[in-house]
T-cell receptor, first 112, second 113 residues
Framework: GQSLEQPSEVTAVEGAIVQINCTYQTSGFYGLSWYQQHDGGAPTFLSYNALDGLEETGRFSSFLSRSDSYGYLLLQELQMKDSASYFCAVRDRGNRDDKIIFGKGTRLHILP | DTEVTQTPKHLVMGMTNKKSLKCEQHMGHRAMYWYKQKAKKPPELMFV???????INESVPSRFSPECPNSSLLNLHLHALQPEDSALYLC????????????FGPGTRLTVL
């Protein structure tokens, strides 16, 4: 079947670095996306990896290894405003149609 | 214009009502999406329109009926909903129907009584 696994919660200290992992199992694969969602808000796109390697955008970086069906989101210099839920998502190339699947989300708690 | 707008922000309806949710984007995106999100859960894909044609229907009950009048607009018509359909309904769009970057609207908080 198709599934994405990510930790349900992660806690880190302000100013530190945190990594949120995502492993996936799909029948086909276009790429791995990451979204941030604050309570009461809508998901906001953070990054997309279609090829292996590291993509860096400011304090956020995302990594993909297609051979390991694994990716991660790295957040540096954590700020209190980074407290949110983070979702990995894949577009699965199905037999008939593409499917878009979100992981269950990782709740990131930032401690002062 | 780099945003997706949705109306209304909040909607309360009875199980016999008919209502519609509206979504609009002016970024020239070719794909538009409807998601349903329950509290503390991930978004669940409902429908995808690619180049104004329905390309994905994730086995959504017929009481939800999508419509794409043109490349900028997406509607979701609601009829005879159940209380368990209460959720946040999110619209999103993307430039590439097979790309990974989706822009989400703020959502419509729906309550079915």
């Amino acid at each position: 079947g198709q599934s994405l696994e990510q930790p349900s919660e992660v806690t880190a200290v302000e100013g530190a670095i945190v990594q949120i992992n995502c492993t996936y199992q799909t029948s086909g694969f276009y790429g791995l996306s990451w979204y941030q969602q604050h309570d009461g808000g809508a998901p906001t796109f953070l990054s997309y990896n279609a090829l292996d390697g590291l993509e860096e955008t400011g304090r956020f970086s995302s990594f993909l290894s297609r051979s390991d069906s694994y990716g991660y989101l790295l957040l540096q210099e954590l700020q209190m405003k980074d407290s949110a839920s983070y979702f990995c998502a894949v577009r699965d190339r199905g037999n008939r149609d593409d499917k878009i699947i979100f992981g269950k989300g990782t709740r990131l708690h930032i401690l002062p | 214009d780099t945003e997706v707008t949705q109306t209304p922000k909040h909607l309360v309806m009875g199980m016999t009502n008919k209502k519609s949710l509206k979504c609009e984007q002016h970024m020239g995106h070719r794909a538009m999406y409807w998601y349903k999100q329950k509290a503390k859960k991930p978004p669940e894909l409902m429908f995808v329109y690619s180049y104004e044609k329905l390309s994905i229907n994730e086995s959504v009950p017929s009481r939800f009926s999508p419509e794409c009048p043109n490349s900028s607009l997406l509607n979701l018509h609601l009829h005879a909903l159940q209380p368990e359909d209460s959720a946040l309904y999110l619209c999103a769009s993307s430039q590439d129907p097979r790309g990974g970057e989706q822009f989400f609207g703020p959502g419509t908080r729906l309550t079915v009584l």
